[in-house]
């Protein structure tokens, strides 16, 4: 990768994390709220309505998927809210990786030892390099348009949850 690379890269980092951090709180306050109702549901079921614990357990799950779904959400975001950190750590890692190898081109037995030994070293570091990009893999869930619709989908619903907890908890009051 080259440097126009690296720093196109990081300017689409630094225009994106604003919007990754405040979609990353509005679903954490989305999901807060989606849990909340879930167990006013299960208390106005179980409590309330004396159903039967199997049938309002099982409810109860169903009503969660959409938090289960939109949770794939956080989690991506929050995956590409770290990915500059990560993406320094290797930088430096592997600059001090190949300065130190720099530094062990004298050639003594002990050194060409050493030398292997940090060789070994970038290997793994590039390799951890590969994988922290097969770790992204979850950020497809963010590109994907079926799993978008069914994220707006989540969203609906919650919504539509929310007004039926708030129906059936003033129909409980009065």
């Known amino acids: ?13 630094e225009k994106l ?3 990754v951090g405040s979609a990353t709180r509005k679903l954490r306050l989305l999901m807060l709220i989606g849990i909340a109702v879930i167990v006013w549901l299960f208390v106005f079921m179980f409590v309330l309505q004396e159903m039967n614990f199997n049938w309002v357990l099982g409810i109860s799950v169903i009503l969660s998927l959409p ?8 989690f991506a975001l929050q995956d590409l809210n770290d990915l500059p950190k990560r993406i320094d750590e290797i930088k430096a890692d592997l600059t001090e990786s190949l300065l ?5 081109k004298k050639a003594t037995a002990v050194n060409a030892v050493s030398g292997a030994k940090d060789l070994w070293e970038i290997r793994s570091l590039l390799s951890s390099g590969r994988e922290m990009l097969g ?4 950020i497809a869930v963010l590109v994907n348009p079926f799993s978008l619709l069914l994220g ?15 129906v059936l908890g003033l129909f409980t009051i009065f």
């Open 100 to 104: 130190s190898l720099k530094n062990t």
């Open 17 to 19: 994390m604003p919007l």
């Open 1 to 13: 990768m080259d440097n126009s690379t690296l720093k196109k890269l990081e300017e689409l980092l």
């Open 135 to 138: 770790d992204y893999v979850s």
């Open 152 to 166: 707006v989908l989540s969203i609906l619903a919650l919504f539509a949850l929310t007004l039926l907890a708030i």
């Open 67 to 74: 938090i289960f779904w939109l949770s794939r959400f956080y």
